[in-house]
């Protein structure tokens, strides 16, 4: 089992910038893929960006892609999302997400979810 706890959101104005963190507590974080998902009102929870296990490969949805950054730190057993140049439309909750055995953009991959951190861009 794994805990994972989402920090960072917030209320930021469009071309701002936000990062996102994700602790993870619990069985060995390296044996995770991580993936950053979210959730905006009304619609479903969409794949934003993972990171595989060791982080050599990454990947992107193609709306955030060039803006954001996925990264993690196995030493620090957390997972990053660095937000740029942000745009009202990217408002949503975002949720990070721990896959023992698989990975990307589907999110029944992922075994583990965190309580997630509401990010709002103002225009």
């Known amino acids: 089992q794994v805990q994972l706890v989402e920090s960072g959101g917030g209320l930021v104005q469009a071309g701002g910038s936000l990062r996102l963190s994700c602790a993870a507590s619990g069985r060995t974080f390296s044996s995770y893929a991580m993936g950053w998902f979210r959730q905006a009102p009304g619609k479903e929870r969409e794949f934003v960006a993972a990171?595989?296990?060791?982080?050599?490969?990454?990947l992107y949805a193609d709306s955030v892609k060039g803006r954001f950054t996925i990264a993690r730190d196995n030493a620090k057993t957390s997972v990053y999302l660095q937000m740029n140049s942000l745009k009202p439309e990217d408002t949503a909750v975002y949720y990070c997400?721990?896959?023992?055995?698989?990975?990307?953009?589907?999110?029944?991959?992922?075994?583990?979810w965190g309580q997630g951190t509401q990010v709002t861009v103002s225009s």
């Open positions: 990171i595989s296990w060791s982080g050599g490969s990454t």
């Open positions: 997400a721990a896959g023992m055995k698989n990975w990307g953009v589907n999110p029944t991959r992922y075994d583990y």
